[in-house]
């Protein structure tokens, strides 16, 4: 199994900036992509940002700009920078990880539990 543990958001004004952060731990073989989703009441889930193992980086257009994802491989973790926050930026967002388990194992994608971003004055 593979455990996902998210952390850093909040409460912040528009304008400001949150950082959030993702760890991931368990029966690792290897981590390929990482990413950042997020959901608002009523929504879809959309992607923010992903990271390949290469650190290709890919965005959402709404968030181009004002956000960073970056990844530690030797950590397992994976961070969203998130600055110039507006008031649409308000969801529950979600860590993605893409793994292998064993050598040779088909790839899985896990999800962190959510942690709440809210953009509010």
């Known amino acids: 199994q593979v455990q996902l543990v998210e952390s850093g958001g909040g409460l912040v004004q528009p304008g400001g900036s949150l950082r959030l952060s993702c760890a991931a731990s368990?029966?690792?073989?290897?981590?390929?992509?990482m990413g950042w989703y997020r959901q608002a009441p009523g929504k879809q889930r959309e992607l923010v940002a992903a990271i390949t193992s290469g650190s290709s980086t890919n965005y959402a257009n709404s968030v181009k700009g004002r956000f960073t994802i970056s990844r530690d491989n030797a950590k397992n973790t994976v961070v969203l920078q998130m600055n110039s926050l507006k008031p649409e930026d308000t969801a529950v967002y979600y860590c993605n990880v893409e793994v292998t388990t064993r050598q040779i194992s088909p790839r899985t994608n896990y999800w962190g539990q959510g942690t709440q971003v809210t953009v509010s004055s």
């Open positions: 368990g029966s690792i073989f290897r981590i390929y992509a």
